[in-house]
């Protein structure tokens, strides 16, 4: 079945720590997307990658790293830097900038 | 003015009504429009696509108004399951690199659908 899957679902760690978000997907897209969300509010932008070896900024990068060396994948790491890590983290991809994006199902990163 | 905006609801109407949302726009060079429904503690799923012309699917209606930059969802016929968030979600191109471009979400209305 094609899809976007990200791992783990629930993640903890220990203030400080840099920890690593999964997000694999198997439609050939070449753009993917993380984006965050806080309770009751809306998706904000972390990064994006428009194609292989290139990725840009979003709204709220700081904090942030990301890297992409395969199209299939787009990991994420939240780095002690972050000083809010605590949300739901969601990855997407999408065939082109002007296609409609297509969700993994989140992780929910909790930082203790 | 916000990027994009939509009333956050909570819209509550009984089973069989419609419902009509509006988000608004600020950016006229906005090119792409999508609304998505988002489940409590789930990932937001594509709900439609918003063409210039309208479109329809099902119960759904979607319509974009250039001139006053918003674009609306309507639901008839409301059913239980359509208790949901709706984001709309609009593309335009962005200043900082060829080829860039920004997507912005509103932050959602919230509809319940009450038997």
């Known amino acids: 079945d094609g899809g976007i899957t990200q791992s783990p679902k629930y993640l903890f760690r220990k203030e400080g720590q840099n920890v690593t978000l999964s997000c694999e997907q198997n439609?050939?897209?070449?753009?993917m997307y993380w984006y965050r969300q806080d309770p009751g509010q809306g998706l904000r932008l972390i990064y994006y990658s428009q194609i292989v070896n290139d990725f840009q900024k979003g709204d709220i990068a700081e904090g942030y790293s990301v890297s992409r060396e395969k199209k299939e994948s787009f990991p994420l790491t939240v780095t002690s830097a972050q000083k809010n890590p605590t949300a739901f983290y969601l990855c997407?991809?999408?065939?082109?900038?002007?296609?409609?994006?297509?969700f993994g199902p989140g992780t929910r990163l909790t930082v203790l | 003015r916000k990027e994009v905006e939509q009333d956050p609801g909570p819209f509550n109407v009984p089973e069989g009504a419609t419902v009509a949302f509006n988000c608004t726009y600020s950016n006229s060079a906005s090119q792409s429009f999508f609304w998505y429904r988002q489940d409590c503690r789930k990932e937001p799923k594509l709900l439609m696509s918003?063409?210039?012309s309208g479109n329809e699917d099902g119960r759904f209606t979607a319509q974009l108004n250039r001139a006053s930059q918003y674009i609306s969802l309507l639901i008839r016929d409301s059913k239980l399951s359509d208790s949901a968030t709706y984001l709309c979600?609009?593309?335009?191109?962005?200043?900082?690199?060829?080829?860039?471009?920004?997507?912005?979400f509103g932050k959602g209305t919230k509809l319940s659908v009450i038997p």
């Open positions: 918003v063409y210039s």
């Open positions: 997407a991809s999408s065939a082109g900038k002007h296609n409609e994006q297509f």
């Open positions: 979600v609009v593309i335009l191109p962005a200043y900082s690199g060829a080829g860039s471009y920004q997507l912005t």
């Open positions: 439609l050939n897209h070449d753009a």
